[in-house]
C-alpha cells in the first residue's frame, strides 16, 4: 500500500514538473531565436551603415535627441544640420525615447536600434513560430532599409508596455491604439507626452506646421481608390480591422514598411506565405517602375501606392473580409 502511495505521489510530482519544464523549455528556444534575430540584423545594419552610407529616417531622430541633451531645439537642429534633405517630421516624443541612443555613434546607434526592433519582434511571434518567416518579408526588410520604427511599432502588439512607442509616431501610432486600445499604453504615452513638452514647450505647434509643409503626407483615402480601404470595418471587432481602417484615414507616408503590422491578419502559415509573395512582387514592381528620388518624394509616393494598394493594402482587407467578425491574437497580447 505504502509502495503504491509513493507511486501515486511520484506520479502526481511528475505530472505537476513537466508543464514546468516544457515552460523553460519554449522560454529558451524563444530567448535563442531572439538572440540570433538581434545578431543577425545587427551584422546587416552595421554593414549596411557602412560610409558613406545613404541618409536614413533615423538619422534625423538621433540628431534631434542629440539637440535635446545640448538643450537645442530639435527641429532648428535638423534644420542646420548639412546632409540632412528633409525638416524633423517627427514629434519630440521620438527624440526622448531615442535619447539614449544618441550617446552612440550614428552608425552604432542605428544597429542597436534596428536590432533591437527586430528582436522584440521575433520574442513576439516566436510565440507561433510560423509567425517568424515575416522577419523576412518586404515590408520587413524595408524597415532595415530605410531605419523605420515599424517593426518596434509591431512588437508593442504583443508588449502593452512597449506601446509607449506607438507615441513616438502619433500619426500611425493612433492607428496602433484603435487597433489595439490599452489603459497602459495611454498612461505611458501621456507621460512621454508631459516630459517632452517639459524638455520643449510648444513642440506640437511646431511639428504639426512641419507636417503641414508636407503635401506628400496624405491619407489612403485621398489616394485614388483608397477608399476601398474602408471596408475593413466591416470587421471591426478585429484589432487588425480596426487598425487597417484607422490607417486608412490617416495622413501617413502609405510606404512599405508600413504594411509589416498587416501580417498578423494571417491565420496560418499558408496566408501568411501567400501575403509575404504578393509584398515581394509589389516591391519589386516598386524598384522597377518607380525610381527612388529624395528630391522628388511626392511624385515617388504618388507612383509607389497602385503596387502598394494591390499588393500590399488589398491583399489583408480581403482576408480580414473573409474571416469570421470576432475578436482575434488573445496569444500575443502578453509575452
Not at 313 to 323: D, F, G, S, V
Request: glycine share 8%; aromatic share 12%.
Amino acid at each position: 500500500m505504502a509502495g503504491t502511495l509513493d507511486l501515486m505521489g511520484s506520479g502526481a510530482g511528475t505530472s505537476s514538473v513537466l508543464p514546468a519544464l516544457a515552460d523553460r523549455d519554449e522560454r529558451g528556444r524563444r530567448i535563442l531565436i531572439t538572440a540570433a534575430v538581434i545578431v543577425v540584423t545587427a551584422a546587416f545594419v552595421w554593414t549596411g551603415k557602412s560610409p558613406p552610407a545613404a541618409v536614413a529616417d533615423c538619422d534625423y531622430v538621433w540628431y534631434a535627441a542629440r539637440a535635446l541633451w545640448q538643450g537645442l531645439d530639435p527641429y532648428s537642429a535638423v534644420r542646420s544640420q548639412p546632409g540632412l534633405h528633409y525638416p524633423l517630421f517627427y514629434p519630440v516624443t521620438a527624440a526622448v525615447l531615442a535619447a539614449p541612443l544618441s550617446a552612440l555613434p550614428l552608425r552604432l546607434a542605428s544597429t542597436v536600434f534596428l536590432a533591437g526592433g527586430m528582436g522584440a519582434l521575433a520574442w513576439v511571434w516566436s510565440k507561433e513560430p510560423w509567425r517568424l518567416w515575416g522577419l523576412t518579408s518586404a515590408p520587413a526588410l524595408n524597415a532595415l532599409l530605410f531605419c523605420q520604427w515599424s517593426p518596434w511599432l509591431t512588437a508593442a502588439v504583443g508588449l502593452p508596455w512597449l506601446g509607449i512607442v506607438w507615441a513616438a509616431k502619433p500619426s500611425v501610432g493612433l492607428a496602433y491604439v484603435i487597433g489595439w486600445p490599452s489603459r497602459l499604453v495611454l498612461g505611458l504615452a501621456a507621460a512621454l507626452t508631459t516630459v517632452s513638452l517639459l524638455l520643449v514647450p510648444g513642440w506640437p505647434a511646431e511639428w504639426i506646421s512641419t507636417v503641414r509643409g508636407a503635401p506628400y503626407y496624405l491619407a489612403p483615402i485621398q489616394r485614388p481608390f483608397g477608399w476601398v480601404l474602408l471596408l475593413a470595418w466591416v470587421r471591426w471587432r478585429r484589432p487588425e480591422a480596426r487598425f487597417l481602417g484607422a490607417l486608412a484615414c490617416i495622413p501617413h507616408s502609405s510606404s512599405l514598411y508600413e504594411i509589416l503590422p498587416l501580417l498578423l491578419v494571417a491565420r496560418n502559415r499558408r496566408e501568411l506565405a501567400g501575403l509575404m509573395a504578393l509584398t515581394f512582387i509589389g516591391w519589386a514592381l516598386l524598384l522597377w517602375r518607380v525610381p527612388v528620388h529624395p528630391s522628388h518624394v511626392p511624385l515617388v509616393l504618388a507612383a509607389q501606392w497602385p503596387y502598394l494598394l494591390l499588393f500590399g493594402y488589398l491583399p489583408p482587407m480581403l482576408l480580414l473580409i473573409r474571416q469570421p467578425a470576432v475578436s482575434s491574437h488573445p496569444d500575443l497580447e502578453s509575452s
